[in-house]
């Protein structure tokens, strides 16, 4: 089939489908056991620079699922990684920074990200393009405010205190360090989008601890710059957690599709985002740990609230948790196919 054609480009297009596409965030990844078995004795950073090893684990998904998508296998802090800054992927906690960012000195860890600084990235997607034939493949990027509070923070964080200190209280150090992200968040991304990726998804998953009026000041500029940055004919999935209150301002950033959580439905998603959008989601993915009888209600009612979005792509409002059985997904997937659109 021709890629433009797929089920899951169409529903970003907010075009007819033949029937309602569906992909999971973090569908490659702890919850397999066959991802996990590739994995052992492998650091996370070593797998995210091995084109054979990122090739296996993006189709692992495709191949057990059926999904309309594959996302790349890979992680945010790869071009952090490649321009030299001192940090690793601890298994259980996540990234965690050498030196954190705190003045306008620790800036200049932040050099470009050139074309050739991410070879296994181009490698790894050329590959998978053959691979995939018809079924579209994601590319990706941390957003800035994400990016910047693993910087900051010096690793994960729950109320990301330093990260907010420095927006309100030092703004021109804060604009600087987000138009730096924004630079290299931007060549990332047309890396991905050089080597075949047809569409790219902006993770800004911690971006619901501020609120609209501090994302319009601090946030929002340089989150159009990423968008109007991208060719497009590349579909550009916004995406963030806890963002209920923030859903009208993401529309104005300028993605083609918003990702909604769990916590907002997506009738009333789709009233706040605005017209000109499709939206992505939104089951909570702790359903999945429930009995099937449970998770079908809740996904029936999804695919029915979603009928009031432009275009609807089905997924969890946030990744794949690590203790999902794959057969739950394996039964989600079907049943988004059988009962959706089209
Ligand atoms: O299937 C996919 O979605 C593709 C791969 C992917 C990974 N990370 C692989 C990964 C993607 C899209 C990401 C993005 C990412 N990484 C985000 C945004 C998405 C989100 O979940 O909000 C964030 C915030 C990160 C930072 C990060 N990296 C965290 C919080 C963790 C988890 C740490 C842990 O072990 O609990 C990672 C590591 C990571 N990235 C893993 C995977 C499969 C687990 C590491 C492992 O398997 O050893």
């Not at 296996?56 to 030299?84: C, H, N, W």
């Not at 000109?276 to 998770?295: F, H, M, S, Y």
Request: aromatic share 6%; with cysteine.
């Amino acid at each position: 089939m021709n890629l433009a054609d797929s089920a899951f480009l169409r529903a970003c297009r907010r075009q007819p489908v033949p029937h309602t596409p569906v992909w999971y965030m973090r569908q490659a990844g702890r919850s397999l056991p066959e991802y996990l078995k590739v994995r052992e004795g492998v650091p996370m950073l070593t797998a995210c620079a091995t084109p054979e090893l990122i090739v296996e684990i993006t189709m692992q998904p495709v191949r057990r699922y059926g999904v309309d998508a594959a996302i790349f296998f890979s992680d945010i802090v790869v071009p952090l990684k490649a321009i030299g800054v001192d940090l690793d992927i601890k298994p259980g906690v996540g990234p965690v920074v050498a030196q954190p960012i705190r003045d306008a000195a620790g800036l200049d860890a932040l050099r470009p990200l050139e074309p050739g600084d991410l070879p296994y990235v181009t490698e790894a997607i050329q590959a998978l393009v053959g691979e995939l034939g018809g079924t579209p493949l994601i590319g990706f990027a941390g957003a800035p405010f994400t990016l910047g509070s693993y910087l900051i923070e010096g690793g994960p964080s729950k109320n990301h205190d330093r990260t907010k200190a420095m927006m309100y209280g030092e703004p021109e150090l804060w604009h600087a360090l987000m138009g730096r992200l924004t630079d290299i968040v931007l060549a990332h991304l047309r890396i991905q989008v050089a080597a075949g990726a047809s569409a790219i998804q902006l993770f800004d998953s911690w971006v619901g601890a501020v609120a609209p009026a501090e994302y319009r000041e601090f946030i929002l500029p340089h989150t159009r710059r990423i968008f109007e940055g991208i060719q497009p004919d590349v579909p550009r999935i916004h995406f963030g957690v806890g963002t209920g209150e923030l859903l009208g301002v993401l529309g104005e950033a300028g993605a083609d599709v918003v990702g909604v959580d769990w916590r907002v439905p997506l009738d009333e998603a789709a009233r706040r985002v605005g017209p000109g959008k499709a939206l992505q989601g939104n089951l909570d993915p702790a359903i999945l740990l429930a009995p099937w009888e449970v998770v079908e209600r809740k996904a029936l009612e999804i695919l029915r609230r979603g009928e009031s979005a432009e275009g609807h792509v089905f997924n969890l409002g946030h990744g794949v948790l690590p203790s999902t059985d794959p057969d739950q997904l394996k039964r989600l997937t079907d049943l988004v196919h059988e009962h959706g659109r089209g």
